[in-house]
């Protein structure tokens, strides 16, 4: 009689946390995306946690809350992943800026060397404090990602838990079975290394404005009919542009210009569909063909002030069905 209670009230307690573990699917996926880099990565990373999750929901004590358990199975999951690889990266990282010619392309680098766009609509809450949701923002831009990876995983957990998620050093501790010294510790260490690693000017994204709506009209214009003089003009002087899988990448909007009139001029007539991605304007980018539009590459756009700063084109077009985007047009 004593199991058949036990056995009824695990059940009841299991019926009622079961659907719970997804009201924090989002969240625990821009943890995981912040921690990883990878798009794909966070996808088995927030299964590989739910799974975990719920085949020890009958151990589940309520010492915790069940987010505070969630982010503990989580952040194994993400240092079990992160042991023994190679840190993700911008071509900005691995070498100086490439002349704007067709040799500059070289052999493309394998999908573990680069940091992959996110859609915010996948990582980001859809409201809530409007501070919290420009942090959130801020820290899934692609500069900053990347600057993560240059921390060690236990550090780079540190950081996001109490930097973007606003943890307190105890908890964190808990979460990570350490002490809060060492806690604090690694996070003064986490600080001072993305200080020599993150550009100190680099572009934190802000709520659209009009004038920057318009500036996003003009470069699908001028994109979109090939109007290369009007491009280069909405660019700042230095301006950058990347192309992973590609280590090339451009400094400058002069060589931008002059690498769409030779060899990107195959992009003439291509079609854009707008999308959010990285806390930044971003576009899905469709290259004209016999067969019709087909996906060529995802442009993510960072915009300083009133003309864009730095344009990534993530040539992976497996990124197109895992963001649910036409396979042609």
């Known amino acids: 009689m004593t ?93 100086p800026a490439s002349p704007p010619v067709a040799s500059s392309f070289g052999e493309s680098l394998p999908e573990a060397t680069w940091i992959q766009p996110v859609l915010d609509s996948s990582v980001l809450p859809t409201n809530g404090d409007p501070a919290d949701v420009a942090v959130g923002r801020d820290t899934i831009r692609l500069a900053f990602v990347a600057a993560l990876q240059h921390l060690p995983a236990r550090q780079r957990a540190v950081l996001i838990l109490r930097e973007v998620l606003r943890w307190s050093a105890a908890e964190v501790a808990e979460l990570l079975s350490t002490t809060v010294a060492s806690v604090n510790s690694a996070l003064q260490r986490a600080r001072a290394t993305l200080a020599t690693v993150e550009p100190a000017d680099d572009d934190r994204p802000e709520a659209m404005d009009d004038d920057q709506q318009e500036l996003l009209a003009r470069y699908v214009q001028a994109f979109t009919s090939y109007d290369i003089e009007a491009l280069v003009a909405l660019l700042h002087e230095d301006a950058t542009a990347s192309m992973p899988p590609y280590p090339l990448w451009l400094d400058g909007s002069a060589d931008i210009g002059t690498w769409h009139l030779g060899p990107g001029i195959g992009c003439r007539g291509s079609r854009l569909i707008p999308m959010a991605a990285n806390g930044s304007p971003a576009f899905a980018h469709y290259k004209p063909s016999p067969e019709g539009h087909l996906p060529f590459a995802i442009q993510v756009l960072e915009l300083r002030g009133d003309r864009i700063s730095r344009i990534t084109y993530f040539l992976d077009t497996d990124l197109f069905e895992r963001f649910g985007l036409p396979a042609r047009l």
């Open 3 to 95: 199991d058949l209670v036990i056995d009824s009230a695990t059940a009841q307690r299991r019926s009622e946390l079961e659907p719970r573990l997804e009201d924090h699917r989002r969240e625990l996926a821009g943890y995981c995306y912040r921690m990883l880099g990878s798009t794909f990565e966070t996808d088995d990373a927030v299964q590989e946690t739910m799974v975990r999750a719920w085949r020890a929901l009958d151990r589940f004590d309520g010492r915790s809350s069940l987010r505070t358990w969630l982010y503990r199975i989580a952040t194994n999951v993400c240092l079990d992943m992160l042991n023994s690889r190679n840190r993700r990266a911008l071509p900005m990282d691995l070498g």
